[in-house]
Structure formats: C-alpha cells, structure tokens
C-alpha cells in the first residue's frame, strides 16, 4: 500500500516568515495530493490539493509543489500569521484510489 | 463540499461499555471512512463503511471491536465495544465526495475512557 512520509514534524517561524513542509509518497500510481489543516478540537480542513497533472498550485498565501519523478510533494506558507498556527497533514490515496495515507503531521508554531 | 455532522463530539466513558457515533451527510456520497486519531498522532483509517453491505476493514481492525452500520447513502455510525483507556482517541467520520477527488471530515469525536 501507500506509504506517505512527513517532514519535519515540527516546525517554528517568525511572523511573516515563510514555512515549507515536505511529504514523500512511495506509490507512483498515485495521482491526488491533498493537505489538511487540523486546529486544537477540530477535523482537518482541506486547505489546498493537487493533482498530478500540475506540477504547482498557489492559493493565496499557500501553494503546494509536486515532483511526481521524485514522488515527492511540499507545502509553502508565505508571510505567516499567528493564526496558521496548526497541525498540517499531507495525504495520497492509495493504488485503488479511494482511500487516503496520512503523513506523520507537522505541528506549526508562527511566533509574534 | 459535503457537511458532515458527527455526534456526539465529546464523551467519557466507563471501561467495559460502548459508545457510538454518528455520522450524517447532508448530501449522498460515495464513500465513507472511519479514522482514529490518537494523541498526538495521526490519522488512521478504521474502515470503509460500505452502503448496505458489510464495512471493509483495515489491518488490526476487526468487526467485533469497531461494528460499523451504513444504512443508506447519507449515514454512518461507528460503535467502539469493550472500551479500554487504550481507546481513549478521536474519532473522525469522513467522505469522498461524488464529484472530484477531494475528501470532506467531520469535527470528530472525543473519546475518554476512564
């Protein structure tokens, strides 16, 4: 099966710094890159995703970059805020397609 | 995207008992998950709840620990048995949406077993 890994698995930043978190994923079939955000006594929230068909996609401030020759997937936080804050996942779904590996998770601290 | 309402979303139990969770999509879907989040950690999937069949477990899960009902295309319910503090953990629904590839959670269950 699918097996993501999750770099580092903490990580600390000035305000307005930028943040970059890596994944590594081992099945190549793989096609669908999502990342999660999970705040203290919540779900995770999809915050960004990609597909293997795009090498990168930004959304604001975060923007996620794929290496499918290398299996591996990072995610960029620009101008941090204290409210990203958070655990951050990464996930790729298994050869079947219809279920998810979760990396180890990153805990995000953004310090004033 | 799909709105997941998970129920309860916190509860302390005696060891020993069950509990169960619900989990109800205000749209069909296709496919629904169960995970466990333990402390700290990650999430890992439970199962897949299967649509008038029976759920699909993943390795180290079984049946007669974690029964799993799905009824129709909109509803869940996840049942930890035989509670032990080692279930202490969050649990989270979750769905894959029709259109897309993108997968929705629930605000999760809170799960103290004392």
Redesign the interface.
Same mark, same amino acid.
């Given at each position: 099966g699918e097996n993501v890994e999750q770099h580092p698995s903490t990580l600390s930043v000035q305000e307005g710094d930028s943040a970059v978190i890596k994944c590594t994923y081992s099945d190549s079939a793989s096609n669908y890159f999502p990342w999660y955000k999970q705040e203290l006594g919540k779900g995770p929230q999809l915050i960004i995703d990609i597909r293997s068909n795009v090498g990168e996609k930004k959304d604001q401030r975060i923007a996620v970059t794929l290496n499918k020759t290398a299996k591996h997937f990072s995610l960029h936080i620009t101008e941090t805020q204290p409210e990203d804050s958070a655990v951050y996942f990464c996930a790729a779904p298994t050869a079947a397609g219809n279920k998810l590996t979760f990396g180890g998770g990153t805990r995000v601290l953004v310090k004033p | 995207?799909a709105v997941i309402s $998970?129920k309860p979303s916190r509860d302390i139990c005696q060891r020993g008992t069950s509990l169960t969770i619900q989990c109800q999509v205000d749209s069909q879907v296709t496919?629904m @998950?169960w995970y466990r989040q333990q402390p700290g $950690?990650?999430?890992?999937?439970i199962a897949?709840a299967n649509q008038g069949s029976e759920a699909t477990y993943e390795s180290g899960f079984v049946i007669d620990k974690f029964p799993i009902s799905r009824p129709n295309l909109t509803f869940s319910t996840l049942t930890v048995s035989n509670l032990s503090p080692e279930d202490s953990s969050i649990y989270?629904c979750?769905v894959?949406e029709i259109m897309g590839?993108?997968?929705? @959670?629930?605000?999760?269950t809170?799960l103290t077993v004392v």
């Open positions: - | 995207s $998970q496919m @998950f $950690q990650s999430l890992t999937l897949t989270l979750s894959a590839y993108g997968y929705t @959670f629930g605000s999760g809170r």
